[in-house]
T-cell receptor
Framework: QKEVEQNSGPLSVPEGAIASLNCTYS??????FFWYRQYSGKSPELIMF????GDKEDGRFTAQLNKASQYVSLLIRDSQPSDSATYLC?????????FGQGTELSVKP | GAGVSQSPSNKVTEKGKDVELRCDPI?????LYWYRQSLGQGLEFLIY????????KSGLPSDRFSAERTGGSVSTLTIQRTQQEDSAVYLC??????????FGPGTRLTVL
């Protein structure tokens, strides 16, 4: 089992809809999780991190963490075409971040 | 302020040649990471430097790959006897802690 797993997608949603991106992890000791966004041909950029169980909201983005289920998700409300990108989930392990394969999101106008 | 910079931005080389990729981290960042990203794939961890500690080389795919970080700042990733499967974008990132890694623009390596 990969340490951090994501569905590669593509996930296609209409403009204005909620996009739900999911990630599971294998290391029960992981305490924090990071969501990076990567536009095509560009480098990843951090959009959210979460440490505690429950929800963390930042504008149109909500990260959800369930440590018992080893599951973390990212919700994007009122999706915009500019949200079209690959979203990478990451968890720390031994001082470094382990990234999932990324989920490609396409928001259709 | 200046972000992470990498050079060259593109590198085309012939199979069997050696290449050196350079990363200049954000000033003051103690941690530096190298990743590889093949087309349409996620980030593959290669190596991690933290301060003066011994680097974590657990992600290096073969002994053709090596990296050093001089003076706790600039890092060079060296690939010897390049193979076509080494073709990828090589990304460098730096951070103060594990809270956020800042990525450079990457070096696109093409091995013919």
């Amino acid at each position: 089992q990969k340490e951090v797993e994501q569905n590669s997608g593509p996930l296609s949603v209409p403009e204005g809809a909620i996009a739900s991106l999911n990630c599971t992890y294998s290391d029960r000791g992981s305490q924090s999780f990071f969501w990076y966004r990567q536009y095509s041909g560009k480098s990843p950029e951090l959009i959210m991190f979460i440490y505690s169980n429950g929800d963390k909201e930042d504008g149109r983005f909500t990260a959800q963490l369930n440590k018992a289920s080893q599951y973390v998700s990212l919700l994007i409300r009122d999706s915009q075409p500019s949200d079209s990108a690959t979203y990478l989930c990451a968890a720390p392990q031994g001082g470094k971040l382990i990234f999932g394969q990324g989920t490609e999101l396409s928001v259709k106008p | 302020g200046a972000g992470v910079s990498q050079s060259p931005s593109n590198k085309v080389t012939e199979k069997g040649k050696d290449v050196e990729l350079r990363c200049d981290p954000i000033s003051g960042h103690t941690a530096l990471y190298w990743y590889r990203q093949s087309l349409g794939q996620g980030l593959e961890f290669l190596i991690y430097f933290q301060g003066n500690s011994a680097p974590d080389k657990s992600g290096l795919p073969s002994d053709r790959f090596s990296a050093e970080r001089t003076g706790g700042s600039v890092s060079t990733l060296t690939i010897q006897r390049t193979q076509q499967e080494d073709s990828a974008v090589y990304l460098c990132a730096s951070s103060l802690s594990l809270s956020e890694q800042f990525f450079g623009p990457g070096t696109r390596l093409t091995v013919l």
